[in-house]
């Protein structure tokens, strides 16, 4: 199979799925210079595309054949596979790019499937929103057989800064839901302290610069504690649990006499009290991952 495209010594692209994200990968790789064939159930989605110079595929098939780099971004893992396995035996030689998130489980069932067909698969994780493709902000995770990753590394970079991760096709799945994990938790104490001032009349404007500062302080801390849960050694050079166990408190009295939702304090609190009983009371804030590495009692 020809990789380039005569005309612009560019690989040809093909991306299934034009939503938000398909949208801005297609535009990102048509930026690029490279020879882009686009296919979405609804084929309006694909108007401001062909407009930039996509070509529009009105089948399945016809976006699967028309490039050696086949790339899908649609909601979810199950409607990867109702989209592709109709076209199966048009991916043999071609190289499967699924950037839909999942699971890791999904991603590796997934990459089972498409190695049955004869294609060489690379599972993504995209680490970013739609206006950030194409940039050198967006990260995009991949996994799976380096010869396919070398080989279209250069036009995967058309859409942000690209990062091997191995060859376990479910990885980037796992990076993904370990970063929204703190995503959503660093968002969660947000609002919870927001919750907290707004109840005292003060706006979550006025909380917001002290946020960031707070947000940026525990950034710095990561790597340290990181080195520490690799290490299994959490000496306290900064704060023990213990003493963040007693800052805990003073916060759930506040959440309580607030007369607001106190379920993240108490969990928070939770954790913490455990990792005192287990000895944890004068290590770092890093030990409380021994209580997190199980099942809740
Ligand atoms: N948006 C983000 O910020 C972001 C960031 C990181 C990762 N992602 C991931 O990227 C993937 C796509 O997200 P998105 O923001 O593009 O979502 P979206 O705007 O809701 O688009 C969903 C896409 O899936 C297609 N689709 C849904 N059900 C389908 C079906 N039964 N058959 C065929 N096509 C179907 C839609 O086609 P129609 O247009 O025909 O409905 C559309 O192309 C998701 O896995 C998401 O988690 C998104």
Redesign the pocket.
């Known amino acids: 199979m020809h990789n380039l495209d005569t005309d612009t010594g560019h690989t040809p692209v093909s991306v299934l799925?034009?939503?938000?994200?398909?949208?801005?990968l297609a535009a990102a790789f048509l930026g690029q210079g490279h020879p882009t064939t686009v296919w979405?159930?609804?084929h309006t989605?694909a108007e401001p595309l062909t407009a930039q110079g996509a070509q529009l595929a009105w089948a399945v098939r016809d976006a699967v054949t028309a490039s050696p780099l086949v790339v899908i971004?649609?909601?979810?893992y199950d409607?990867v596979r109702?989209?592709l396995e109709p076209v199966s035996r048009d991916l043999v030689g071609r190289t499967l790019v699924n950037?839909?998130?999942?699971t890791s489980h999904a991603a590796r069932e997934t990459a089972k499937w498409a190695v049955d067909q004869g294609a060489a698969y690379l599972d993504g994780?995209?680490?970013?929103?739609?206006p950030a493709i194409g940039t050198p902000n967006a990260t995009i995770l991949y996994s799976g057989p380096t010869t396919a990753f070398d080989q279209h590394r250069q036009t995967l970079s058309s859409l942000g800064g690209p990062v091997y991760v191995g060859t376990d096709h479910g990885l980037p799945s796992l990076f993904?839901a370990a970063a929204l994990s703190l995503v959503w938790s660093t968002l969660n104490g947000f609002l919870h302290g927001a919750a907290l001032l707004c109840k005292a009349g003060i706006p979550a404007t006025a909380f917001a610069r002290f946020a960031k500062t707070g947000i940026e302080t525990v950034a710095d801390w990561v790597p340290g504690y990181a080195q520490q849960i690799d290490d299994g050694m959490y000496p306290a050079t900064d704060s023990t649990v213990n003493t963040n166990l007693a800052g805990m408190k003073h916060l759930l009295h506040e959440s309580h006499a607030a007369d607001i939702n106190a379920e993240l304090p108490q969990l928070l609190a939770t954790l913490a009290e455990r990792a005192v009983t287990k000895g944890h009371g004068n290590n770092s804030y890093a030990a409380i991952i021994e209580q997190l590495r199980h099942p809740s009692p």
Do not use: F, H, Y
């Open positions: 799925g034009l939503g938000l994200m398909g949208q801005a979405n159930r609804s989605k971004c649609v909601s979810d409607i109702d989209i950037l839909t998130s999942g994780a995209i680490m970013a929103v739609p993904d």
